[in-house]
C-alpha cells in the first residue's frame, strides 16, 4: 500500500514568494496532520483536520500560513509570503480514527 | 504547554553496549509513543504505550511507561548500527491525537 505522499519534496524560493505544499493521506484515513521540524523547535503540529474538516489550527504560527483539504485525498499547506524563519521540513501525515500516525517523509523548505 | 524533554540530546555508542533514553514531563499523558527518524524520511512509530507502568518489548528494544504516565524510557539492549537515528517520544494529552514531541535523542551506534 502506498503511504504518506508530498510534494514536492525539496523547495527552495526567495523570500516574499508563496509556497504551496502538498499530501496525499493513505486512503481510508480520516485524520491528516501538517507538522513542522526545525532544529531548535523539533517537531511542532502546526493544524490537524478530521473527515477534511479543519479541528485545531492553534499551531499555525501565523497569518501567512494557511492549511486546506478540499476533498478526503489532499490537503495543501501554503506560505504567503514567505520569510527565511519558515525554513524547515514539513511533515504531513495521517491515521485512521485513533490509531497511529503514519508520516510523509517531508518537504525540505529553504526560504533564501 | 506541555513539554516532553528527553535525555540524552546525543549518544555515540558502539556496537553491542546497551543505552537508555529517557523522556519526561510535568504533565500526564493518556497514552505516549516512541518513534525513529531516519535522515530525510519521517518519523516511523515503534510502539504506544497507554497504561501507568506498562512495559513492552520490541525484540531488543523495551519500553516502560511510569506509573504517574509522565514519563518514559526507551531501553536498547546490545546496540547495533541499524539502530542510528533520531529518537522521539510523542505524548496525547487528551486521547484526541493532537500529539506533543520531545525535543529527541540522535543516537549513533558505531561498528
Known amino acids: 500500500d502506498a503511504g504518506v505522499i508530498q510534494s514536492p519534496r525539496h523547495e527552495v524560493t526567495e523570500m516574499g514568494q508563496e509556497v504551496t505544499l502538498r499530501c496525499k493521506p493513505i486512503s481510508g484515513h480520516d485524520y491528516l496532520f501538517w507538522y513542522r521540524q526545525t532544529m531548535m523547535r523539533g517537531l511542532e503540529l502546526l493544524i490537524y483536520f478530521n473527515n477534511n474538516v479543519p479541528i485545531d489550527d492553534s499551531g499555525m504560527p501565523e497569518d501567512r500560513f494557511s492549511a486546506k483539504m478540499p476533498n478526503a485525498s489532499f490537503s495543501t499547506l501554503k506560505i504567503q509570503p514567505s520569510e527565511p524563519r519558515d525554513s524547515a521540513v514539513y511533515f504531513c501525515?495521517?491515521?485512521?480514527?485513533?490509531?497511529?500516525?503514519?508520516f510523509g517523509d517531508g518537504t525540505r523548505l529553504s526560504i533564501l | 504547554t506541555q513539554l516532553l524533554e528527553q535525555s540524552p540530546q546525543f549518544l555515540s555508542i558502539q556496537e553491542g553496549e546497551n543505552l537508555t533514553v529517557y523522556c519526561n514531563s510535568s504533565s500526564v499523558f493518556s497514552s505516549l509513543q516512541w518513534y525513529r527518524q531516519e535522515p530525510g524520511e519521517g518519523p516511523v512509530l515503534l510502539v504506544t504505550v497507554v497504561t501507568g507502568g506498562e512495559v513492552k518489548k520490541l525484540k531488543r528494544l523495551t519500553f516502560q511507561f511510569g506509573d504517574a504516565r509522565k514519563d518514559s524510557s526507551l531501553h536498547i539492549t546490545a546496540a547495533q548500527p541499524g539502530d542510528t537515528g533520531l529518537y522521539l517520544c510523542a505524548g496525547d494529552p487528551g486521547g484526541f491525537q493532537k500529539l506533543v514531541f520531545g525535543t529527541g535523542t540522535r543516537l549513533l551506534v558505531s561498528p
Open positions: 501525515a495521517s491515521s485512521l480514527s485513533s490509531g497511529p500516525q503514519h
